[in-house]
């Protein structure tokens, strides 16, 4: 069996590469061929383990992924997310390979938002505004920057320090010019971020907030938006105004957009929106069964809470590639 450390899952794959991968995931997932059984959480007195197992048989793929979200880690100085995928061989059913999976989980969510920019983000489209300046708004900026040309960043965090890091590290990493802000509550946080809004192409939330983390009414015509952050009922990132009028609006699963997001389980508990506000998932994109972005005047949506099939398509390339490259560590698990 390999072993493969965060840096080799890192250098193993290109995002342009996990772009392909997580459309091939996508498509299987949407046209019925991923089998992926809910995922099972297993409490403990401090934290939670998160078994999410699944098969995509015309990728060779099936494995599991183990999330283990511990929030008392912080006092330890532990990441609060840790995880890790294995998958086994579709033939013999030998485990093949042990992989970090928190990077992996970023990878292929920005992956995914970097489809749904294919699909949906204007091809002249030049500057993002992305709240949230963590792992997820990392990969989501490399997502976007591999399918459209940004030129200009700006990132917006609660803790300005952040925003800061965020800036100096992706800049440097990307070319991109990148404009760090506090997200807060003061009249000059709010009114750098209005004038971010009315500069965006793109906004990227990926955030843990329980409030919308921007007004939708300042989102110009044109305008795409992604939502990545709230995984949960009770967590919201875009506003219902915007949810409201967006010209389309489409998600990684509709199975889980529905049973998870807040962005949208909020809005529909108050009526405002009903079951067809979802146009249609992105898997639906990439097999031409439904179209994207028409015009340069439509304000477009993605919602992504996170699939199987995606870790499953994503973990398979990495697995591919690391064995191409002889990347990570070899173990006679039998020895
Ligand atoms: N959709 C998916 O597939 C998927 C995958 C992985 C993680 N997530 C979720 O994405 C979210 C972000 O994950 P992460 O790993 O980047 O977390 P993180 O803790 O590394 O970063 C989150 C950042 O958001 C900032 N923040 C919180 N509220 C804010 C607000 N109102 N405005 C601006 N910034 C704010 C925090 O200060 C922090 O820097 C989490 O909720 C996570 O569970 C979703």
């Not at 059913?93 to 949906?120: D, F, I, N, S």
């Not at 004038?195 to 907030?209: L, P, R």
């Not at 990545?228 to 009028?245: K, T």
Request: aromatic share 4%; with cysteine.
């Amino acid at each position: 069996m390999l072993l493969l450390t965060r840096s080799d899952v890192k250098r193993a794959v290109t995002m342009a590469e996990a772009i392909e991968a997580a459309e091939a995931g996508l498509a299987a997932y949407s046209a019925g061929e991923a089998k992926v059984p809910v995922r099972t959480p297993v409490n403990t007195a401090g934290g939670v383990g998160l078994f999410m197992p699944g098969l995509i048989e015309s990728r060779g793929a099936m494995g599991i992924k183990i999330v283990s979200v511990f929030a008392g880690n912080v006092s330890r100085g532990l990441p609060t997310v840790t995880a890790l995928m294995v998958l086994n061989d579709v033939e013999t059913g030998e485990p093949l390979v042990a992989m970090e999976a928190a990077y992996l989980t970023a990878l292929r969510t920005g992956a995914a938002a970097g489809v749904a920019a294919k699909h949906l983000v204007r091809h002249n489209a030049r500057t993002a505004v992305i709240f949230g300046a963590g792992a997820q708004a990392r990969t989501q900026l490399l997502g976007l920057a591999a399918v459209r040309e940004i030129e200009k960043a700006y990132v917006f965090d609660t803790n300005a320090e952040a925003a800061e890091r965020f800036s100096a590290e992706m800049a440097t990493q990307i070319g991109v010019m990148i404009v760090p802000g506090r997200s807060g509550s003061s009249a000059s946080d709010a009114d750098r971020i209005a004038a971010a809004i009315a500069e965006a192409d793109v906004i990227i939330a990926a955030t843990t907030s329980k409030t919308p983390v921007f007004d939708g009414r300042l989102v110009k015509p044109g305008t795409h938006v992604t939502g990545i952050g709230s995984y949960a009922p009770d967590m919201q990132e875009l506003d219902e105004n915007l949810v409201m009028r967006a010209d389309l609006f489409f998600c990684d699963t509709k199975e889980g957009a529905w049973a998870e997001a807040g962005d949208l389980l909020k809005p529909l508990s108050k009526g405002v929106i009903a079951r067809d506000r979802v146009n249609g998932e992105l898997g639906d994109l990439v097999l031409g069964r439904r179209t994207g972005r028409t015009n340069d005047q439509q304000v477009t949506i993605y919602k992504g809470v996170g699939l199987a099939a995606l870790d499953l398509a994503t973990a398979k390339l990495v697995y591919d590639k690391a064995i191409k490259q002889e990347m990570g560590i070899r173990v006679d698990m039998l020895s």
